[in-house]
Every structure is written in structure tokens, then in C-alpha cells.
């Protein structure tokens, strides 16, 4: 959606047994994505809670983070990048991985700055979430895995991100799956009042402007975000396990404040850093998008987002658009399988 200390102790000995834990589960076999309109994925919606946990994580340093991901599959196979959002983490994959990694691509899967295992290497590195860091922080990953070509995933945030990825550097993207489509933004553009409705959807962007808000997420995180995933996804029946499991990343010493920041930023009550001005100043153009593309939407997304028709347009490559019913905003844990299946069709394009 599109600052902090709590109990470092507890979220250490709850992450180590997070991550300790192992894979179960046989894998779905991927059917023939269609697009256009899609109906449920039956054996998805019965098997979303398939795997507990990824493998063993692994930290590498990458610009100014070291960063903590999730990486499977074979080292030489091609390369999938998939980016969760707030308040989400890497557990958005877990079903979606084994899935791409049977079919033999290396799945990666980062933790974004401010959340997970993910730390900034000096204490001194301006806690900054604006739009192009993010974007900046997964590049510095392939820099430091040496990939130098992925597909990039999606949602949220992620979307995002893998957006800006493809507007900004679109020799390092193979191919793009967004959820929601083109979600690029600019501080400009955040400061024009929107109909009360649509103001209503970004209630807790409002909130996070605020002192009070700021005091409130650090305070109620867990309680938050557990509101955030019932209105932005009304009919996925998770259970506590599910949302516990992802919660421990919210821990970080950094969360709070890369999420106030990422908000208050997009309303200009924040600023960024001067030395990405001019990567703003390209993205304040809304580039179109010329990297082979397929956009997702769930039509039962409580989040706020785009119309596909407003966006079509932005993607000028061979693109698609599909539509999953009954599925919200956490499109890849709600419907893996589809997920998945579009990220296999897109490196057909």
C-alpha cells in the first residue's frame, strides 16, 4: 500500500524459529493460465497454507543494507525476483516459490528495508522509503548476487517497485508481473485532493501523517496490520498462524520508521534525499513501461488501487492483463498458483 524499538530479543528468538523451520508438502502441478477473467484456482484456494517455511535464509550486503531473502531453486536457472509490500513479507511467496522452482527457475525473495532480517549496515543511513531507494536496494542486490537479468514480481509495494525497475533500468528486467498494474507515483501528484471515497481507502496514510500515528503503528503494529489484511483482503480466511508467521517481521528496529516515512513521503510532508532527485524527476513523468508485462488484479481487493483501464496504456511491450475473482489485495498467497503461472507465461513473452 501503495519511526522504534520494540523487544529486539523477542523477535530474534522468533524469527531463528521461523526460519528453522522446514518445507512440507507436495507441490501443485501449474495448469494453463488463461487471461482475460479468470475464475478460482480450486486447488489453490485449498492448498494456500501448502508450505510453512522457505529453506534456510541467507543475508548478503547490498548497497547500504545487508539484506535478508530467500533464495531457491537451481543456481544457474533463470532468475525470479519477487517483492512482498507493507504489511506483508516474504511469506507472501512461500506457496508461489516451490511452484517457479519446479519448473526450474532460482526464486529470490527479499526482504524489503524495514522489515525481516533486513538492516541498514550504519546506523548513521538516513531511514528513507521514497519510491526509488527501493528500487535501488533490489538492483544493489543483483549487483552483489550477480544476476544480471531477472524476472521481477510484484505486489503492493513490490508493484511498485518492479515498475520503477522497469522504467528505470530495463536492461536488468527480463520480464515484469505488477498486481495492480502501474503504480508509479510522484509527490506532486500526492499533494491533488481525491473524491471522500477514494480519500477514505488511504485512511491510514492520513493517520501515519500524524505524531499520533506515528506513536499508534509503533505501538499497535501487530494489531494494525491484522486490520490492514481483513479490509484489503475481506474473503481470504487466514488464521492467526498464517498472520504470527509474517508479524515477526514487523519487528525490525527500522520499521516504523521506513513505513512513516514511505507515506509521508508520497504526501510530501517528508523528504527524500537530493541525490535521487533526478531519479524522481524521471519517474514523475509516468515512463511508459516497454518490458514484456502481465498485470494482475483480484476483484475482491479491499486496497486502494488503479482501474486496468487506466494503465493499459502505460505498458507499451506485449502485455496482458488478468483478473482473479474472489482473490484481494495479498494476490500471491491468496492465489499462488495464478501467480506463478503468469510469471511462467511472461517469460514466454
Known sequence: MINTNQNRRRFLGNAAMIFAATRFGSMLNLGNAQSG???????????????????????????????????????????????????????????????????????????????????????????????????????????????????IGGFDWGARTADIMAVLWPERCKAIVS?????IGNQESGKIPLPPGAELQWWYQYYFATERGREGYSKYRHDFAKLIWQTASPKWNFDDATFDRTAVSFENPDHVAIVIHDYRWRLGLAKGDPKYDDLE?????????????????????????????????????????????????????????????????????
Do not use: C
Open 37 to 151: 477473467r479468470e475464475k478460482p484456482l480450486e486447488a489453490t484456494l485449498i492448498n494456500r497454507r501448502m508450505n510453512n517455511s522457505f529453506g534456510p535464509l541467507k543475508q548478503i550486503n547490498a548497497g547500504v543494507l545487508n539484506i535478508g531473502y530467500a533464495d531457491d531453486g537451481p543456481a544457474n536457472g533463470p532468475a525470479v525476483i519477487l517483492l512482498h509490500g507493507w504489511p506483508y513479507d516474504i511469506y507472501s511467496y512461500v506457496d508461489v516459490a516451490p511452484l517457479l522452482v519446479s519448473k526450474g527457475y532460482r526464486v529470490i525473495v527479499p526482504y524489503l528495508r524495514g522489515f525481516g532480517t533486513t538492516r541498514f549496515l550504519s546506523g548513521e543511513t538516513f531511514r528513507n522509503a521514497q519510491q526509488s531507494v527501493v528500487a535501488l536496494d533490489v538492483i544493489a542486490l543483483m549487483d552483489a548476487l550477480k544476476i544480471r537479468k531477472s524476472i
Open 281 to 349: 524527476k524521471r519517474l514523475a513523468t509516468a515512463p511508459p513501461i516497454t518490458v514484456p508485462a502481465i498485470t494482475l488484479e483480484g476483484d475482491a481487493n479491499g486496497a486502494p488501487h488503479p482501474a486496468p483501464d487506466s494503465y493499459a496504456k502505460k505498458f507499451t511491450g506485449k502485455y496482458s492483463h488478468r483478473l482473479l475473482e474472489g482473490i484481494g489485495h495479498n494476490l500471491p498467497q491468496e492465489a499462488p498458483k495464478a501467480f506463478a503461472q503468469a510469471i511462467i507465461d511472461v517469460d514466454g513473452y
Open 179 to 183: 498486481v495492480s498494474g502501474y503504480l
